[in-house]
């Protein structure tokens, strides 16, 4: 399915901030990995956290769900021998899992997106699980990948943390259930490291001990833990919001978005400090964000890797800022569901933008006076691109339409109604 965005001058309204798709797989998870039953309040409904779901009950997760909550019976430390995985486009559900089936004799997880999760490398991860005796087959680092696990060993465990946070929080969740004690370092630069906070705070909610150090290259992990069953209640997600939030900035606006925690320990809550640098009108209190936009906007620098997956839509924002923003330190962003700076920049050039890029940096010269528009874009299989290239979309001078819109259901199958609601003119088409 398309979508042709047609540019809106005004949006209007409140909405409820979706849950958070990151916390969602982890707690779905952690559930898994304990014995007893625990219930995960207001879980994220998408095809990434659909994607764990499945997968845990392949592995032998009960599961039972009603319209506020999930009620999951783990398989603790014993999965199921289950002989194949299949975890749609799911970067850290294929990662995370990846270290949990070396629990398992012979588990091959599968290529159900060649262009997509099946470009991406996961080689630290692969060479980290060989150290702890692990075998993995797989082609030159991608899927298909085959584990054959069984017992790994725990011990020394160096990891690259320079492409991806997600091998390391896979080692996380993994070690507290080796017979050995485990001692994880972190080797090169640690990308993404606020969502490794994210992971801590999921397994220290899980009842598991582990001592890390202050920058987070460190870890020691006692073995022969076991995950605690626990009542979780999901937050509001962060990165999602970003691209509605930017949405907000970029028009006349008075919108709110509820549910999105001030202290929340997701990275990209800094959209709301980079908007608010930006010279956008909003208040953050009490877990509401209100923005009355007036369509100005002043550029920016900023440190993307501290917000990885709300650097899209900040950068949507930036293409109608007066002046010339940087977003810096983002290079990780190649290696996501495509190449979120060649390909993203790509599509917005297509749609009148004036951007440019480094191997690790974003620049773009802003057009407060707006953009062309009248384009067909590429979705290149990406949520984020989706999300973001409708920010554009409303602010041009003439309908885009986003090819294969449809796969805006990795992480926020109902952008497209949210929008609608406020009075954006978005509509679905076939392709
Ligand atoms: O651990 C996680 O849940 C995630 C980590 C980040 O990936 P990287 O660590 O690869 O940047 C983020 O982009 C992704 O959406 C979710
Ligand atoms: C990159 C993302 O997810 P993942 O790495 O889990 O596929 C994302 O949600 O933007």
Request: proline share 4%; hydrophobic share 40%.
């Amino acid at each position: 399915m398309d979508v042709i965005v047609t540019p809106t001058p005004r949006l209007n309204g409140e909405i409820q901030a979706l849950s958070s798709k990151n916390y969602t797989t982890r707690y779905l998870l952690v559930a898994a990995l304990a014995e007893g039953t625990s219930t995960i309040y207001y879980p994220a409904h998408s095809e990434d956290s659909d994607a764990m779901r499945r997968c845990i009950r392949d592995l032998g997760a009960k599961v039972e769900e009603d319209d506020e909550k999930i009620v999951i019976t783990g398989f603790g430390r014993h999965p199921l021998p289950v002989s194949e995985l299949d975890v749609g486009n799911a970067g850290a559900v294929l990662r995370f899992l990846m270290a949990i089936a070396s629990l398992c004799p012979d588990v091959t997880f599968i290529n159900r997106y060649p262009d997509s999760l099946g470009k991406r490398p996961h080689d630290d991860l692969i060479d980290a699980l060989g150290q702890l005796g692990v075998s993995v087959t797989h082609r030159e680092g991608k899927l298909p990948i085959t584990i054959k696990g069984g017992s790994p060993r725990g011990g020394k465990i160096r990891v690259s943390g320079n492409v991806s946070s997600q091998y390391l929080s896979a080692l996380l969740f993994l070690t507290p259930l080796l017979e050995e004690d485990s001692e994880i370092e972190v080797l090169h630069d640690l990308k993404s490291k606020v969502v490794v906070g994210q992971t801590l705070e999921v397994l220290e909610q899980a009842g598991i001990q582990i001592e890390a150090s202050e920058d987070l290259m460190f870890y020691r992990v006692p073995g022969r833990q076991s995950y605690k069953a626990q009542n979780y209640t999901v937050q509001g997600d962060y990165p999602g919001s970003a691209a509605i939030l930017a949405a907000a900035a970029v028009t006349e606006s008075d919108v709110t978005v509820h549910r999105l925690a001030e202290n929340s320990r997701q990275g990209e809550r800094a959209v709301v400090d980079v908007l608010r640098m930006m010279e956008t009108p909003l208040t953050h209190e009490n877990g509401i964000v209100h923005v009355q936009g007036n369509g100005k906007l002043k550029a920016v620098e900023f440190d993307g890797d501290q917000a990885t997956d709300a650097v899209l839509a900040m950068v949507a924002a930036a293409v109608f800022a007066e002046g010339t923003s940087r977003f810096y330190n983002v290079e990780n962003l190649r290696y996501k569901e495509c190449d979120r700076i060649t390909d993203y920049l790509n599509e917005l050039r297509k749609a009148g933008a004036n951007v440019e890029e480094r191997q690790s940096e974003i620049i773009v010269h802003g057009r407060p006076e707006g953009v062309e528009g009248g384009v067909e874009i590429n979705a290149h299989y990406d949520h984020r691109v989706i999300m973001a290239l409708t920010v554009v979309g409303l602010r041009a001078k003439a309908p885009i339409r986003i090819k294969d819109a449809h796969h805006v259901a990795k992480s926020y199958p109902i952008y497209f109604d949210h929008l609608k609601a406020l009075g954006a003119k978005v509509e679905w088409v076939e392709a």
